[in-house]
């Protein structure tokens, strides 16, 4: 999860153009898919979320470390020092034990470039072996693993030769990437390249390795890379299934595409989705996206249907994997009291009625497990289990009713029939302009089992 203030920024850049792409009608959601799109995918997939970054600790030398050693020296509170995390690094036995316990059959993680490769062209096997362990731990869990090859960060190194402005890095990371794939593919291990590729040129902005004046080549060269990913993944297992994710944003998500999702739809086997909020004319609490307090949007996890909609429409010959979803809180607490279990509950009723619809939705992961290091702060709270890293030297991870949910939800293959939603759908939803105005989804009808 990334939602500060560089998503104004991303919103700004391409809201006019998204306006104007915008249709104002479409088809009716029982007529949104003519073909099965699924064929390969033999179950639902329920998992949850992390990044190593946010969570391992024990941090090697990277652009991400970098700048926050250095922001956080200036200000402190602005900017968190890392620390150690949630120290994934060390529990995460016990972070994958409570996702078995939530009945999950997915987990991702990101595979930190910079733990493996610290330098370049030294491969650091104590820390290969830690995700050996990991990866095996899922698989006595009955766990399949997605990995993320880079969800924004990379090695010292990398930075020190231009990042992914400079095409030498695109040789690198072939190399990194065919190590992990040589090791970890089959057994139906899935991959996602880059993470959030539009919000991650935003990160490299924010931190100052990059100017907004080089979007078009950062993009041309993250395009090149994932294409590089695909066909070395692929080399070494034609079956895995391998896709990219994007935030949606409401408004803008249809120029979005053409930044990213367009240029390389040839090379995606699933469409990933990271949905968390939208607006409405009954509800245009959005504009706290402004000052990054997300936990004073009032939800609407309706949005989700719209997300689904859209990547279904624009990618008709794609599933879509939702990748990431969830709710924060500031420090534990929202002002209107939503919880986690809320959020899940209602988010995957809507889920239910799109496929029920006809669009192919193939798995959700709700981000994140625990709480962890949202890119600068520890105050926004996404995870199912609380951790406490400012005030708590223990790091316990606690429940909230977000694990109680989860569990019930994968042992039904959803909510019930009679599920009551929690927040109901709000009056004029502008997700994607006046087209989800004028033809919102209806919330009574069949629900698909999601099995």
């Given amino acids: 999860m990334k939602l500060r203030s560089l998503s104004t920024k991303l919103v700004a850049a391409v809201a006019t153009v998204a306006m104007l792409a915008a249709p104002l009608a479409t088809a009716a959601p029982a007529e949104a898919a003519q073909k ?11 998992g949850s979320a992390t990044a190593g970054f946010q969570v391992e600790g024990s941090n090697y030398d990277s652009n991400w470390l970098r700048y926050v050693n250095r922001a956080s020296k200036k200000d402190p509170k602005k900017v968190n020092p890392v620390k150690n995390a949630t120290d994934f690094r060390h529990r995460y036995k016990e972070d994958l034990g409570n996702a078995a316990w939530m009945g999950l059959n997915t987990f991702r993680i990101s595979m930190e470039w910079s733990r493996i490769e610290p330098k370049k062209g030294q491969w650091n096997w104590k820390e290969i072996h830690y995700y050996d362990n990991v990866i095996t731990t899922m698989r006595k869990h009955g766990i399949t693993p997605m990995i993320t090859t880079v969800h924004y960060v990379y090695p010292g190194w990398v930075q020190d030769q231009g990042g992914f402005m400079n095409k030498k890095t695109l040789q690198d990371y072939k190399r990194f990437v065919d190590f992990l794939a040589k090791r970890y593919s089959g057994n139906g291990t899935m991959w996602i390249t880059f993470n959030e590729p539009l919000v991650f040129f935003g990160h490299e902005v924010e931190i100052g390795n990059i100017t907004n004046a080089d979007m ?37 998500t249809s120029a979005a595409d053409q930044f990213f999702f367009k240029p390389v739809e040839k090379e995606l086997d699933f469409v990933g989705i990271d949905y968390y909020y939208t607006v409405a004319l009954s509800n245009l609490s959005a504009i706290y996206g402004a000052t990054s307090e997300f936990d004073k949007i009032d939800p609407q996890p ?12 624009a990618f008709p010959d794609k599933p879509v994997y939702i990748v990431e ?74 429940p909230t009713d977000g694990p109680a949910a989860f569990r019930q ?42 099995k």
């Fill in 302 to 313: 309706e949005g989700i249907y719209f997300a689904i909609q859209h990547f279904s429409d």
């Fill in 409 to 450: 939800i994968t042992k039904n293959g959803g909510v019930p029939q009679n599920y009551k939603l929690k927040s109901p759908l709000r009056f004029c939803p502008l997700s994607e302009g006046l087209r989800s105005c004028v033809n919102p989804p209806q919330v009574y009808g069949p629900r698909a089992i999601l």
């Fill in 325 to 398: 979803n969830g709710i924060p809180s500031y420090n534990g607490h929202r002002p209107d009291g939503f919880t986690k279990g809320n959020w899940l509950n209602d988010t995957v009723f809507w889920i239910q009625r799109a496929v029920a619809d006809g669009y192919p939705v193939v798995g959700y992961n709700y981000w994140s497990i625990t709480d962890n290091y949202e890119w600068g702060q520890y105050d926004s709270r996404f995870g199912l289990y609380t951790v406490d890293v400012l005030k708590d030297p223990t790091l316990k991870r606690k």
């Fill in 216 to 252: 078009v080549p950062f993009m041309k060269n993250v395009q090149a890379a994932h294409k590089i990913a695909y066909y070395t993944i692929k080399k070494y297992d034609k079956r895995a299934h391998i896709g990219s994710n994007e935030a949606y944003l409401p408004l803008v």
């Fill in 36 to 46: 099965d799109v699924t064929k390969g995918w033999d179950k639902f997939y329920w």
